[in-house]
């Protein structure tokens, strides 16, 4: 077996419950003024804090707890699940974040794998606007700060990434050829409908969240435009697999309706599904053989990456890896989910 990839590894700033301007910067740029709640409280029966994004009041959508994100437990936890290397990702906050504080996460970040000895890499994270004063913070981090992409997150806000508003920033990650890990974020903009319920809020809306996401990024064209971007979608493109065949049809109509109810030419979508959207699992445990197995028949095993969502749930880390070795797809695909497409789409 080739080297263990985990893709979808959370990072946060040691020292962000500890540094009050760091905590307060975090917490301030989080729009109250749209319905998201943030604060920082105890954990019931332990000596830890956690905060705690709430979208809208009263409903828990983030819990990041103190302590979880330090070099020394991540390396043990990493050796006891048998990952070789970390691609580490800003959870959520970069829908969010402003440049400054976007300055000081990479920093830390780039600190924080140099002392990994090789066993960890980094996500450039900057506002995606376009800015001048972001583009070449992204270029800080892959030049200078040795990072292996980008990352962004399924929408900001109510727009989603197929926004002409995202354009300059896109092209430039496209010119530069670099892939660009896509993120969920807490809910998807049309949320009302899952809110009441815990799994459905905070699962299936993820799901939805990515799914929307990718269709949008398809069957807007945004890929004829870019077609060397590449965008890694956590959650298995929420489970977009399923719905691949349906949305974007393998073969054209052989017959003729008397109403074009949907759009028949998608043969460039079926190569832009083929070579501009990739998939992380993030969290393989939760998706069950026979889901996992149907993923990688319908999208392929070139386009499926290893990725266990760490810290969110210990089983998903430390069963991931097992769960993929046992399911009935070739070995080939086996070792190109669990390192060599990350091997080969991070430059590692």
């Given at each position: 077996m080739s080297k263990i990839v985990d893709s979808n590894m959370h990072w946060l700033p040691g020292d962000l419950f500890s540094d009050k301007?760091?905590?307060?910067s975090f917490l301030d740029c989080v729009p109250k003024q749209y319905g998201v709640h943030t604060r920082v409280e105890q954990i019931e029966g332990k000596n830890l804090r956690q905060l705690i994004i709430e979208q809208p009041k009263g409903y828990q959508n983030l819990n990041y707890a103190e302590g979880q994100y330090t070099l020394e437990s991540q390396l043990a936890d990493m050796e006891k699940a048998g990952v070789d290397h970390a691609i580490f990702r800003l959870p959520v906050w970069q829908e969010w974040l402003d440049l400054e504080t976007c300055k000081k996460v990479n920093d830390r970040m780039a600190e924080y794998v140099?002392?990994?000895?090789?066993?960890m890499s980094a996500l450039a994270v900057v506002p995606p606007w376009g800015t001048d004063g972001a583009l070449r913070e992204v270029d800080r981090c892959l030049n200078e700060l040795g990072f292996r992409g980008a990352q962004i997150v399924a929408h900001y806000g109510q727009i989603y990434l197929d926004d002409p508003v995202f354009r300059p920033y896109l092209k430039y990650l496209n010119d530069l050829n670099v892939t660009t890990v896509v993120h969920h974020t807490p809910l998807p903009?049309?949320?009302h409908s899952v809110l009441p319920y815990t799994n459905q809020r905070r699962q299936f809306g993820r799901c939805i969240d990515q799914a929307t996401a990718v269709g949008r990024e398809l069957f807007s064209g945004m890929f004829d435009?870019?077609?060397?971007l590449k965008f890694i979608h956590s959650m298995l493109g929420g489970a977009f697999y399923a719905?691949?065949?349906?949305?974007?049809?393998?073969?054209?109509?052989?017959?003729?309706?008397?109403?074009?109810?949907?759009?028949?030419?998608?043969?460039?979508?079926?190569?832009?599904?083929s070579n501009n959207i990739f998939f992380d699992i993030s969290g393989a445990p939760q998706w069950g053989k026979a889901q996992l197995e149907a993923a990688v028949k319908v999208i392929g095993g070139k386009n499926i990456l290893y990725g266990s969502s760490y810290p969110i749930r210990k089983d998903w880390f430390f069963q991931g890896i097992e769960t993929i070795q046992g399911l009935d797809i070739s070995e080939q695909d086996k070792a190109d989910i669990l390192g060599g497409n990350a091997v080969r789409m991070f430059n590692l």
């Amino acid at each position: 077996m080739s080297k263990i990839v985990d893709s979808n590894m959370h990072w946060l700033p040691g020292d962000l419950f500890s540094d009050k301007n760091l905590l307060d910067s975090f917490l301030d740029c989080v729009p109250k003024q749209y319905g998201v709640h943030t604060r920082v409280e105890q954990i019931e029966g332990k000596n830890l804090r956690q905060l705690i994004i709430e979208q809208p009041k009263g409903y828990q959508n983030l819990n990041y707890a103190e302590g979880q994100y330090t070099l020394e437990s991540q390396l043990a936890d990493m050796e006891k699940a048998g990952v070789d290397h970390a691609i580490f990702r800003l959870p959520v906050w970069q829908e969010w974040l402003d440049l400054e504080t976007c300055k000081k996460v990479n920093d830390r970040m780039a600190e924080y794998v140099k002392r990994s000895d090789g066993k960890m890499s980094a996500l450039a994270v900057v506002p995606p606007w376009g800015t001048d004063g972001a583009l070449r913070e992204v270029d800080r981090c892959l030049n200078e700060l040795g990072f292996r992409g980008a990352q962004i997150v399924a929408h900001y806000g109510q727009i989603y990434l197929d926004d002409p508003v995202f354009r300059p920033y896109l092209k430039y990650l496209n010119d530069l050829n670099v892939t660009t890990v896509v993120h969920h974020t807490p809910l998807p903009v049309d949320y009302h409908s899952v809110l009441p319920y815990t799994n459905q809020r905070r699962q299936f809306g993820r799901c939805i969240d990515q799914a929307t996401a990718v269709g949008r990024e398809l069957f807007s064209g945004m890929f004829d435009e870019l077609p060397n971007l590449k965008f890694i979608h956590s959650m298995l493109g929420g489970a977009f697999y399923a719905f691949a065949d349906m949305l974007v049809p393998p073969k054209k109509e052989e017959f003729k309706d008397a109403v074009d109810r949907f759009q028949a030419g998608t043969g460039n979508l079926r190569d832009h599904l083929s070579n501009n959207i990739f998939f992380d699992i993030s969290g393989a445990p939760q998706w069950g053989k026979a889901q996992l197995e149907a993923a990688v028949k319908v999208i392929g095993g070139k386009n499926i990456l290893y990725g266990s969502s760490y810290p969110i749930r210990k089983d998903w880390f430390f069963q991931g890896i097992e769960t993929i070795q046992g399911l009935d797809i070739s070995e080939q695909d086996k070792a190109d989910i669990l390192g060599g497409n990350a091997v080969r789409m991070f430059n590692l």
